[in-house]
Nanobody, 117 residues
Protein backbone atom coordinates (compact mmCIF):
# COMPACT_ATOMS: atom_id res chain seq x y z
CA UNK A 1 0.00 0.00 0.00
CA UNK A 2 1.30 3.40 -0.97
CA UNK A 3 1.87 5.91 1.83
CA UNK A 4 2.77 9.57 1.49
CA UNK A 5 4.27 11.28 4.50
CA UNK A 6 4.44 15.06 4.57
CA UNK A 7 6.41 17.29 6.90
CA UNK A 8 7.36 20.92 7.34
CA UNK A 9 4.12 22.80 7.89
CA UNK A 10 3.60 25.31 10.65
CA UNK A 11 2.96 28.90 11.61
CA UNK A 12 5.00 31.67 10.03
CA UNK A 13 4.78 35.44 9.80
CA UNK A 14 4.13 37.18 6.48
CA UNK A 15 7.33 37.36 4.48
CA UNK A 16 8.68 34.24 6.11
CA UNK A 17 9.65 30.89 4.63
CA UNK A 18 8.77 27.25 5.07
CA UNK A 19 9.92 24.08 3.38
CA UNK A 20 7.54 21.18 2.88
CA UNK A 21 8.76 17.67 2.19
CA UNK A 22 6.98 14.52 1.12
CA UNK A 23 8.12 10.96 0.60
CA UNK A 24 6.16 8.12 -0.96
CA UNK A 25 6.68 4.54 0.11
CA UNK A 26 5.09 1.16 -0.40
CA UNK A 27 5.41 0.90 -4.18
CA UNK A 28 8.06 -0.89 -6.21
CA UNK A 29 7.35 1.56 -9.03
CA UNK A 30 8.34 5.20 -8.77
CA UNK A 31 5.67 7.82 -9.32
CA UNK A 32 5.45 9.29 -12.81
CA UNK A 33 4.71 12.60 -11.16
CA UNK A 34 4.37 14.15 -7.73
CA UNK A 35 2.69 17.36 -6.79
CA UNK A 36 1.63 19.72 -4.05
CA UNK A 37 -1.95 20.89 -3.76
CA UNK A 38 -3.53 23.18 -1.20
CA UNK A 39 -6.99 23.78 0.11
CA UNK A 40 -8.23 26.59 2.30
CA UNK A 41 -11.67 26.72 3.97
CA UNK A 42 -14.48 27.27 1.52
CA UNK A 43 -12.27 26.85 -1.52
CA UNK A 44 -11.53 24.02 -3.90
CA UNK A 45 -8.29 22.15 -3.78
CA UNK A 46 -5.81 23.75 -6.16
CA UNK A 47 -2.58 22.62 -7.74
CA UNK A 48 0.42 24.51 -6.40
CA UNK A 49 3.40 22.75 -7.97
CA UNK A 50 4.14 19.66 -9.99
CA UNK A 51 7.28 17.63 -10.65
CA UNK A 52 7.48 14.81 -13.17
CA UNK A 53 9.76 11.81 -13.05
CA UNK A 54 11.75 13.45 -15.82
CA UNK A 55 12.24 16.53 -13.63
CA UNK A 56 9.90 18.75 -15.61
CA UNK A 57 8.35 21.12 -13.12
CA UNK A 58 5.77 23.84 -12.91
CA UNK A 59 4.23 26.09 -10.27
CA UNK A 60 0.93 27.96 -10.18
CA UNK A 61 0.91 31.56 -11.32
CA UNK A 62 -0.19 32.65 -7.85
CA UNK A 63 3.07 31.40 -6.32
CA UNK A 64 5.47 31.90 -9.20
CA UNK A 65 8.65 33.63 -8.07
CA UNK A 66 8.00 32.70 -4.43
CA UNK A 67 7.69 28.91 -4.39
CA UNK A 68 10.04 26.35 -5.88
CA UNK A 69 9.59 22.61 -6.26
CA UNK A 70 12.40 20.05 -6.17
CA UNK A 71 13.35 16.55 -5.11
CA UNK A 72 16.11 15.42 -2.77
CA UNK A 73 17.99 13.50 -5.43
CA UNK A 74 17.47 13.24 -9.17
CA UNK A 75 17.68 9.46 -8.90
CA UNK A 76 15.18 9.23 -6.03
CA UNK A 77 11.88 9.95 -7.68
CA UNK A 78 9.59 9.28 -4.74
CA UNK A 79 10.23 12.57 -2.96
CA UNK A 80 9.10 16.12 -3.54
CA UNK A 81 9.92 19.32 -1.71
CA UNK A 82 8.26 22.71 -1.80
CA UNK A 83 10.31 25.72 -0.77
CA UNK A 84 7.95 28.56 0.06
CA UNK A 85 9.39 32.05 0.40
CA UNK A 86 7.82 35.44 0.97
CA UNK A 87 4.71 33.80 2.34
CA UNK A 88 1.47 35.73 2.39
CA UNK A 89 -1.67 35.33 4.51
CA UNK A 90 -3.50 34.05 1.42
CA UNK A 91 -1.08 31.11 1.30
CA UNK A 92 -2.70 29.80 4.46
CA UNK A 93 -4.11 26.35 3.70
CA UNK A 94 -3.72 22.66 4.22
CA UNK A 95 -1.07 21.48 1.80
CA UNK A 96 -1.39 17.98 0.35
CA UNK A 97 1.22 15.87 -1.36
CA UNK A 98 0.11 13.71 -4.28
CA UNK A 99 1.78 10.96 -6.27
CA UNK A 100 0.65 9.34 -9.50
CA UNK A 101 1.55 5.66 -9.76
CA UNK A 102 0.17 3.45 -12.52
CA UNK A 103 -2.63 5.89 -13.25
CA UNK A 104 -3.76 6.16 -9.63
CA UNK A 105 -3.34 9.31 -7.56
CA UNK A 106 -2.38 8.78 -3.95
CA UNK A 107 -2.69 11.50 -1.34
CA UNK A 108 -0.98 12.42 1.86
CA UNK A 109 -2.94 13.41 4.94
CA UNK A 110 -2.04 17.08 4.60
CA UNK A 111 0.02 19.55 6.57
CA UNK A 112 -1.25 22.90 7.82
CA UNK A 113 0.50 26.09 6.76
CA UNK A 114 -0.63 29.24 8.53
CA UNK A 115 0.71 32.67 7.61
CA UNK A 116 -0.21 35.22 10.24
CA UNK A 117 1.39 38.16 12.06
Amino acid sequence: QVHLVESGGGLVQPGGSLRLSCAASGSAISPVAMAWYRQSPGKERELVARLSAGADSSVADSVKGRFAVSRDNARIRNTINLQMNNLRPEDTAVYYCAAVIRGTTFWGQGTQVTVSP
